[in-house]
């Protein structure tokens, strides 16, 4: 049973928190945490001493498969563990994934080390933000929908994010079953691919509409917003930076945190540090049904 539980922030999120110093995190209920993530959407575990390795056994209890991502660091020790320590720099609001179809239910985070200052994840729950949105942006985010768009991948390209196989067709194989989404092979054998997908999607749980998705990391890069090739106007940038303020959410990691975020409702990214000695690690993972 867990004993412990207490409110994150100020929305569903929660912690848990060990009873004793040597509480093993593996012991506890798989039943009651899923039914507290499933309810929550964040939870946070501490006290439990969680090292990279214990975050992918943890992780296990409650994943069917995992998922690649070659933006980060691989620690070779565990398999699908990432360090998510690259840069220093803010990471804006963005579901996992975001960009693309094939995208993880669950998002985990272990802290070894927090930075000193700074480094804080960041996280926004999806369904609030949809309530608290101004009609006439939810007109915008209903009627428009949100393009990503690749030239010219290379086949191994690919292949570091999904496992599509060795050959052209084998790869085919795999991108035929992704929904709202389109390629082409180019003569050169690279792939053109493009995903359209509404702003506004349906939690994984309860079935809410959530605005989560990878919009504002777009935004910040430059690229092209909507399916027609535009990007966000001023105003609805200015309305969506307050937003994205009034509603942040933080994480202020003590080493040994365990964080488990549910990626088809909330959106996360981290504040500004400084301190190179930050090492917060993550996997990605589809959750048992
Ligand atoms: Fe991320």
Same mark, same amino acid.
């Given at each position: 049973?867990?004993? =412990?539980?207490?409110?994150?922030?100020?929305?569903?999120?929660?912690?848990?928190?060990?009873?004793?110093?040597?509480?093993?995190?593996?012991?506890?209920?798989?039943?009651? /945490?899923?039914?507290?993530?499933?309810?929550?959407?964040?939870?946070?575990?501490?006290?439990?001493?969680? @090292?990279?390795? &214990?975050?992918?056994?943890?992780?296990? =209890?409650?994943?069917?498969?995992?998922?690649?991502?070659? @933006?980060? @660091?691989?620690?070779?020790?565990?398999?699908?563990?990432? *360090? &998510?320590?690259?840069?220093?720099?803010?990471?804006?609001?963005?579901?996992?994934?975001?960009?693309?179809?094939?995208?993880?239910? #669950?998002?985990?985070?272990?802290?070894?080390?927090?930075?000193?200052?700074?480094?804080?994840?960041?996280?926004?729950?999806?369904?609030?933000?949809?309530?608290?949105?101004? =009609?006439?942006?939810?007109?915008?985010? #209903?009627?428009?929908?949100?393009?990503?768009?690749?030239?010219?991948?290379?086949?191994? /390209?690919?292949?570091?994010?999904?496992?599509?196989?060795?050959?052209?067709?084998?790869?085919?194989?795999?991108?035929?079953?992704?929904?709202?989404? *389109?390629?082409?092979?180019?003569?050169?054998?690279?792939?053109?691919?493009?995903?359209?997908?509404?702003?506004? &999607?349906? @939690? =994984?749980?309860?079935?809410?509409?959530?605005?989560?998705?990878?919009?504002?990391?777009?935004?910040?890069?430059?690229?092209?917003?909507?399916?027609?090739?535009?990007?966000?106007?001023?105003?609805?940038?200015?309305?969506?930076?307050?937003?994205?303020?009034?509603?942040?959410?933080?994480? *202020?990691?003590?080493?040994?945190?365990?964080?488990?975020?549910?990626?088809?409702?909330?959106?996360?990214?981290?504040?500004?540090?400084?301190?190179?000695?930050?090492? &917060?690690?993550?996997?990605?993972?589809?959750?048992?049904?």
């Amino acid at each position: 049973m867990i004993s =412990k539980i207490e409110s994150l922030g100020t929305g569903t999120g929660k912690i848990v928190s060990s009873t004793n110093d040597c509480e093993d995190i593996l012991r506890l209920s798989q039943e009651e /945490i899923l039914e507290l993530f499933k309810s929550s959407g964040v939870v946070l575990f501490r006290g439990f001493g969680v @090292t990279p390795i &214990v975050m992918k056994q943890f992780s296990k =209890k409650f994943s069917c498969s995992y998922l690649k991502d070659p @933006t980060k @660091t691989s620690i070779e020790s565990v398999d699908f563990v990432n *360090s &998510v320590d690259n840069g220093m720099d803010a990471s804006p609001p963005h579901t996992e994934h975001g960009a693309n179809p094939y995208q993880p239910d #669950v998002i985990w985070f272990c802290c070894q080390t927090p930075a000193q200052e700074g480094g804080e994840t960041l996280f926004w729950d999806g369904v609030q933000l949809w309530k608290e949105m101004s =009609k006439h942006l939810k007109q915008l985010f #209903v009627e428009k929908k949100l393009k990503f768009a690749f030239e010219n991948v290379p086949l191994d /390209i690919l292949n570091q994010w999904i496992d599509g196989g060795e050959t052209i067709d084998d790869c085919k194989q795999v991108l035929d079953n992704f929904e709202d989404f *389109s390629y082409q092979i180019n003569e050169d054998s690279t792939f053109s691919l493009k995903y359209i997908r509404s702003a506004v &999607v349906k @939690t =994984k749980y309860g079935n809410q509409d959530a605005f989560a998705n990878f919009l504002w990391a777009s935004h910040t890069r430059g690229w092209e917003i909507f399916e027609d090739g535009s990007k966000l106007s001023n105003e609805v940038a200015d309305e969506l930076q307050k937003l994205y303020d009034k509603f942040t959410q933080e994480i *202020s990691w003590q080493a040994g945190d365990l964080a488990m975020i549910d990626n088809s409702r909330f959106m996360h990214g981290r504040r500004k540090f400084k301190d190179n000695r930050r090492r &917060v690690f993550t996997t990605i993972a589809k959750i048992l049904d």
